[in-house]
DNA sequence: ACTGTTACTCTCTATTGGAAAGTACCCACT
DNA sequence: AGTGGGTACTTTCCAATAGAGAGTAACAGT
């Protein structure tokens, strides 16, 4: 069987389409996006003022990858001012409750992170 | 009471350190090398191969960067031609269970994505 | 003496990220 | 009538980061 005929997806594989997904998910933003959507949908600037730190590019940016890798759904209301409403598609669900583990995990595992830290700064502290 | 003091770690404060930690765990090779530690220990040129298109420089810095958060150990044997073999911690593998988890089901959900965008691209194709 | 092996480290360039300003649209206010 | 404000982006420009590739050190084998 040649590479291209129905290999499995593979991670580990440079060219494997995966890898490109997987980096859209677990993008320094798309984390945070999608975390936040597991709780309800969002307008933009609701987003922008729930997750600190994003800038409009960024977010409008990954807000559009997401959209495209089927992850969220685009709602622009034709109002002025503008409204538009992201929310996840089922698929993004699956992915949100993935990243939403982890960065909660995280948060929990913090103190364990910063101790060891501390322990290998302070061993080779000169 | 104020933000410095014993807050808990939200990873939507950009502040937070644990968005540090976060990005870590989740950055490109940072994933790949904790799901890769998961079978078993590697020594750096095993990892190199084993994970297709990481430079030595990237792979290298990721795992410093693992190493010093806690997630993984170094163990450098004092021969030649030198040998250094890398584990996971138990910190690492409860972080290493987490990516893994996210890593495989992008490859099991791969042809969704794929489908998702395929209509996508097509219903803006001019 | 010269090659091979391993685990990095350094240097240089390409890519990406982010801040800030710009755009377009209409409403409310003065 | 003109000014300011709100929303959802888009564009521009500069700084930070990622990556490729070469260099380094140390010794064993031929």
Redesign the interface.
């Known amino acids: 069987m040649t590479e291209a005929l129905s290999e499995?997806?593979?991670?580990?594989?440079?060219?494997?389409?995966?890898r490109i997904?997987?980096?859209h998910?677990?993008s320094?933003w798309g984390?945070?996006v999608l975390?936040?959507l597991l709780d309800r949908s969002y307008r933009f600037s609701e987003l922008r003022r729930?997750?600190?730190?994003v800038s409009e590019k960024m977010l409008a940016q990954t807000l559009q990858t997401l959209?495209?890798?089927?992850f969220v759904n685009r709602d622009a209301k034709p109002v002025i001012p503008p409204r538009v409403d992201y929310s996840l598609?089922s698929?993004g669900r699956?992915?949100a409750e993935?990243?939403w583990?982890?960065?909660h995990?995280?948060?929990?595992?913090?103190p364990?992170?910063?101790?060891?830290?501390d322990?290998?700064?302070e061993a080779r502290a000169s």
Do not use: H, K, M
């Open positions: 499995a997806p593979n991670v580990n594989r440079a060219t494997c389409p995966s997904v997987l980096e998910v677990t320094r984390i945070l975390a936040a729930e997750i600190g730190g959209e495209r890798d089927g598609t698929l699956e992915a993935q990243v583990g982890l960065a995990w995280v948060e929990r595992r913090l364990a992170v910063t101790e060891a830290r322990a290998y700064d």
